[in-house]
């Protein structure tokens, strides 16, 4: 069997790349180990860019997100029960969309015209640097695919970056000393944008995926188990961890998803091995604090896509040559910016009563400086990740489409 490119991980960096790959005409399988079923049953991102916003438009998988999707203009961040809004319409004409990463998936799922082989097991990437193939295990028989690239869309836990000899490839790594026990409940979200709270008990967040679904999350041990907590004690914890009439008005109801996310900063480089080329969780991994994770995937396979496509219609390769550092670039400043608001927003008990002094004096400053909001909005409504293509054009027309 030959493909032009072989895509490992049907997450949504794999669907979108190969989504918009079909729409150039290029013949992209993806080989994902899970049934399809068990992706969309990870519940995960929840905010997207105006960036992916635009992309999915591109992709031609806009349509339940522009009618679904709740436009956001802004996002409360508390301290000790202080609050303050940070308004990106005012700030710096952005916005942000709330919509989750499950109904991303379904979409792209759904619009994919292309092959996308379930349940692959044993996936193997051979001879990258030369003429690659993939092998793959499938109802007890083994396959092979010839290609003439491989995207490594597979996470953080793949095998295509695994493959790759450790001399050929150096991470940077920063694992945090907690997690975030997460909860989606089907009750109206507490508040009409999302509040981020650093409180001393521990950071806690109040998202939403619908008018009547919510997700909330609370900061606990890096090795907690959700089997630790009963929906009583999370949402005794959560509330303690709220303004008073926040927490007051708080509404709970039975968990229909409880789990722990472990938290940490991670970058492989480079992310092109001759003809395989990494994006996404498989080449970086940010703390969700900053909303970053899927947009940031989003915005490499974006580039990637871009750059085979002018390899295999324009005759280029320097959109695949250049990949690697452009993407880097826009990755380290979304892993400054996710770490920035994770050590702005969670308890460190390590750093003492001089680190909770600092993290106190930055929030007021960020409170008091409209520069130091305006530097806040541009990089959690990812003008930062996208430049332009992230404009608030983009996802006004994807509202009249
Ligand atoms: P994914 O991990 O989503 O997809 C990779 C796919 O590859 C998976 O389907 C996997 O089954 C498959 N795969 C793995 N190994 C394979 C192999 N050997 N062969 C074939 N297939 C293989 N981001 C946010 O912005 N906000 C959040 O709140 C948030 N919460 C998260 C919670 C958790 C528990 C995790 C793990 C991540 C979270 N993220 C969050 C980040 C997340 O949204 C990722 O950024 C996003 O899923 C990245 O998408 P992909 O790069 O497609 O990777
Ligand atoms: C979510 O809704 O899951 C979510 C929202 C914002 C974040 C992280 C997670 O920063």
Redesign the pocket.
């Known amino acids: 069997m030959r493909h032009q490119v072989v895509i490992?991980?049907?997450?949504?960096?794999?669907l979108m790349l190969g989504r918009l790959l079909e729409l150039a005409g290029i013949d992209a399988v993806i080989?994902?180990?899970?049934s399809a079923d068990y992706?969309l049953g990870r519940i995960?991102?929840?905010?997207l860019e105006q960036g992916t916003v635009a992309l999915m438009e591109r992709a031609r998988a806009g349509r339940r997100m522009n009618a679904e999707g709740l436009i956001h203009h802004g996002v409360e961040l508390s301290f000790d029960g202080d609050s303050h809004r940070i308004d990106f319409s005012t700030l710096i004409d952005k916005q942000v969309m709330v919509y989750g990463?499950t109904e991303v998936t379904r979409d792209l799922m759904d619009i994919r015209e292309g092959t996308t082989i379930y349940e692959?097991e044993d996936?193997d990437l051979h001879d990258f640097d030369g003429r690659p193939w993939v092998s793959y295990r499938k109802d007890g028989q083994t396959h092979r695919i010839d290609c003439d690239f491989i995207a490594g869309?597979?996470?953080?836990?793949?095998?295509a970056r695994q493959s790759v000899p450790q001399q050929a490839l150096t991470t940077f790594e920063r694992v945090y000393p907690f997690g975030w026990l997460g909860v989606l409940v089907d009750k109206p979200p507490v508040a009409d944008e999302l509040i981020y709270a650093h409180h001393e008990r521990g950071f806690a967040l109040c998202s939403q995926r619908s008018k009547t679904r919510s997700r909330y999350y609370v900061q606990v041990p890096a090795d907690e188990q959700a089997a630790a907590w009963s929906d009583d004690r999370f949402w005794d914890e959560l509330r303690a961890r709220l303004d008073p009439a926040t927490a007051e008005s708080l509404q709970t109801g039975p968990s229909i998803e409880k789990?722990v996310?472990p938290l940490r900063s991670f970058v492989a480089e480079p992310l092109r091995f001759g003809r395989l080329f990494l994006?996404?969780?498989?080449a970086h991994i940010v703390p969700?604090t900053g909303?970053?994770?899927?947009?940031?995937?989003m915005r490499d396979v974006a580039a990637l896509a871009d750059a085979l496509i002018e390899h295999f219609t324009g005759r280029s390769a320097a959109g695949i040559d250049a990949y690697s550092a452009m993407v880097l670039g826009r990755i380290w400043k979304a892993e400054r910016f996710s770490w920035w608001m994770t050590s702005l927003l969670h308890t460190f008990p390590e750093t003492g009563a001089f680190g909770r002094r600092i993290q106190r004096a930055e929030f007021d400053y960020l409170t008091g400086s409209r520069a130091a909001q305006q530097s806040l909005a541009e990089n959690y409504t990812g003008v930062v990740t996208w430049g332009d293509e992230g404009s608030s054009e983009a996802l006004s027309r994807s509202r009249v489409a």
């Open positions: 490992v991980g049907a997450g949504p960096a794999g080989l994902e180990r899970k992706v995960r991102a929840g905010v990463q692959a996936v869309c597979d996470g953080y836990h793949g095998v789990s996310a994006a996404g969780d498989a969700p909303a970053k994770g899927l947009n940031l995937a």
